[in-house]
T-cell receptor, first 112, second 115 residues
């Protein structure tokens, strides 16, 4: 079956630090990969996605590259801001499967 | 364009009662999925509806049920509530069903507390 293993949190960084949140996956078929973000009191918002190997998703300074050889989709940002404080979820979806499989989430706190 | 709307936002119920949660998807979206979010289990898939038919179901007991109406609005029902049902219930809508690269748009959720 499908599964997502995500870096445990919480993660605390200073403003302007470099961010990496690790995500690896196991999937049958050819998954699409997603990063969702959840701000306090809110639902999930799609941050970025990649649908095939070697694709790079990017949005708001965040990037993640679909690495089939290492089954990974690590989230990176070069310089984080206080407003990036949130919970980040890695997820995958496969053709013919109507659900998203999520990682456990990583709580990120950025301190000024 | 209005987003996914879930009502109510907060709910407190007593053990043994039943509850109905509502989700209105984005206009034009025909697929609605439900997820349960808890600190211990994370995000767990409940079920997905497309064109008024349940297409997929997660590993939850039969106390959890749902339906979708012809206007794509969806409801989920939990009967005989247990303390462990306390969670944030999230609804997500997407344009089509079953496509791996379709973006799912989430509502703000309904926070259910069972006492």
């Amino acid at each position: 079956g499908n599964s997502v293993t995500q870096m445990e949190g919480p993660v605390t960084l200073s403003e302007e630090a470099f961010l990496t949140i690790n995500c690896t996956y196991t999937a049958t078929g050819y998954p699409s990969l997603f990063w969702y973000v959840q701000y306090p009191g809110e639902g999930l918002q799609l941050l970025l996605k990649a649908t095939k190997a070697d694709d790079k998703g990017s949005n708001k300074g965040f990037e993640a590259t679909y690495r089939k050889e290492t089954t990974s989709f690590h989230l990176e940002k070069g310089s984080v801001q206080v407003s990036d404080s949130a919970v980040y979820f890695c997820a995958l979806g496969t053709v013919g499967n109507e659900k998203l499989t999520f990682g456990t989430g990583t709580r990120l706190t950025i301190i000024p | 364009k209005a987003g996914v709307t879930q009502t109510p936002r907060y709910l407190i119920k007593t053990r043994g009662q039943q509850v109905t949660l509502s989700c209105s998807p984005i206009s034009g979206h025909r697929s609605v999925s439900w997820y349960q979010q808890t600190p211990g289990q994370g995000l767990q898939f409940l079920f997905e509806y497309f064109s008024e038919t349940q297409r997929n179901k997660g590993n939850f007991p039969g106390r959890f049920s749902g339906r979708q109406f012809s206007n794509s609005r969806s409801e989920m029902n939990v009967s005989t509530l247990e303390l462990g049902d306390s969670a944030l219930y999230l609804c997500a809508s997407s344009i089509i069903q079953g496509a791996a690269d379709t973006e799912a748009f989430f509502g703000q959720g309904t926070r259910l507390t069972v006492v």
